[in-house]
T-cell receptor
């Protein structure tokens, strides 16, 4: 999700449901993408990454999908838990070893 | 946390004063970065370093300088702090050249400029 002004997009899901967080990236030349999770008062935490030569990559309870045609990245979280509540950022590697970050999406998990 | 510490964790200072934030890593990574995080802007790159004494500007470098005299330390200096530099500052290291380009972040420093 892209942000509008100071308001981040928010996704609210019921505990146990699957979550899908979306991200539109800007540079068609980007070759590496990362998803981060950030809890309040903490630094961003690496979740999963994917290179541009892949369409899908799976981790533990998380899957990242990459659609280069429309420059879209998504993060799927299976069986969402209260501990998954956080802000999620996508990042793209556009220029050497520098990352450009999206503004983030808030995930709220309802018990 | 990839062995990254930041100090101080919180600081309140006045406009016009100099401020230095320190990032320390214990694992000898070559690449280090300073970001700032503000509501609605995500993380923006201030400066980065690709080795001792090798640094370059990022997207929002005006008003900031950096130094890296040792592999383990990357310092961010605000020569004369302004209220617009109130932010949360994150240091990161990259595993570039070590098999992946993943960046890992420190815990952050919350800076308030009055």
């Amino acid at each position: 999700g892209e942000s509008v002004g100071l308001h981040l997009p928010t996704l609210s899901v019921q505990e146990g449901d699957n979550s899908i967080i979306n991200c539109a990236y800007s540079n068609s030349a980007s070759d590496y993408f990362i998803w981060y999770k950030q809890e309040s008062g903490k630094g961003p935490q690496f979740i999963i990454d994917i290179r541009s030569n892949m369409d899908k990559r799976q981790g533990q309870r998380v899957t990242v999908l990459l659609n280069k045609t429309v420059k879209h990245l998504s993060l799927q979280i299976a069986a969402t838990q209260p501990g998954d509540s956080a802000v999620y950022f996508c990042a793209e590697n556009t220029d050497g070893n520098k990352l450009v970050f999206g503004a983030g999406t808030i995930l709220r998990v309802k018990s | 946390d990839a062995g990254i510490t930041q100090s101080p964790r919180h600081k309140v200072t006045e406009t016009g004063t100099p401020v230095t934030l320190r990032c320390h890593q214990t694992e000898n990574h070559r690449y280090m970065y300073w970001y700032r995080q503000d509501p609605g802007h995500g993380l923006r790159l201030i400066h980065y370093s690709y080795g001792v004494k090798d640094t370059d500007k990022g997207e929002v470098s005006d008003g900031y300088s950096v130094s890296r005299s040792k592999t383990e330390d990357f310092l961010l200096t605000l020569e004369s702090a302004t209220s617009s530099q109130t932010s949360v500052y994150f240091c990161a290291i990259s595993l570039a050249g070590e098999g992946t380009d993943t960046q890992y972040f420190g815990p952050g420093t919350r800076l308030t400029v009055l």
